[in-house]
């Protein structure tokens, strides 16, 4: 029997990231930050020169991406392409943009399902992402789908920013969300959008604290824990 997984979808921003995390430490799973994977995808072909509408060379990357990651003391998760660490560059703005749209191309997607589903191992997997419960684990026993104004969702990444000592505009900020909710809403393969049996959580008005209780408590009744 394959080892259960909890999905955890949504836009940027939500809070699905931070869920992710606390809830793979408190169950002891394995975790997947399968956006990372396209942000990885997107900063290779920036050191590899290549432009993310080079749907052919950009494939090709994917087919062989050389990703690592490991744990740090402070309990983030660094990632490396090539042995070079690109956890900061790929949590940009720019790298946000890459993934988003390298993540559109069907040929990329499908290059790299199979490295996400490699992830689920026992004794579990939590995976974080934007298709984790409609394509690539679509039998999770489990999925969420966390949600947050646009509006919400810009301010908490203008003052992530700042807090980092990077310039930003929060209208700039808020104006490459909508875009990007727009893009990946209503692309043609793999859009945003809640899978019809997931639990969708809106954390606008919500402390993380809240909304991992909520969590928790739907991790429980399923008997997951």
């Known amino acids: 029997m394959s080892a259960p997984v909890i ?8 809070g699905k990231g931070t869920i992710s995390h606390k809830l793979a ?35 090709e990357i994917a087919r062989h991406l050389d990703v690592s990651f490991a744990s740090a003391a402070n309990g983030e998760v660094l990632v490396a392409y090539k042995g070079q660490d690109v956890s900061r560059a790929i949590r940009t703005e720019e790298g946000g943009r890459g993934a988003s749209t390298v993540a559109a191309i069907p040929s990329v997607r499908e290059a790299l399902l199979a490295r996400q589903r490699d ?19 679509p039998d999770a026993p489990l999925k969420f789908f966390l949600t947050a104004s646009a509006e919400e969702r810009a301010r908490r990444r203008y003052k992530q920013l700042i807090s980092k000592g990077e310039s930003v505009s929060l209208p700039r900020l808020l104006e490459d969300i909508k875009e990007r909710d727009a893009r990946d809403s209503s692309r043609s393969v793999s859009p945003l959008v809640p899978a019809g049996d997931a639990i969708v959580i809106d954390s606008t008005a919500t402390s993380i604290d809240q909304v991992f209780d909520q969590v928790m408590q739907k991790v429980r009744e399923k008997g997951l824990i």
């Open 25 to 59: 430490d408190r169950l002891d799973w394995g975790f997947l930050d399968s956006g990372a994977l396209y942000r990885v995808t997107g900063q290779a072909c920036l050191i590899e020169g290549v432009s993310w509408d080079d749907v052919d060379a950009v494939t």
């Open 119 to 137: 992830f689920r191992q026992p004794p579990g997997l939590v995976a974080d992402g934007r298709d984790m419960g409609t394509v690539v684990f």
């Open 7 to 14: 999905t955890v979808d949504g836009p940027s921003g939500a």
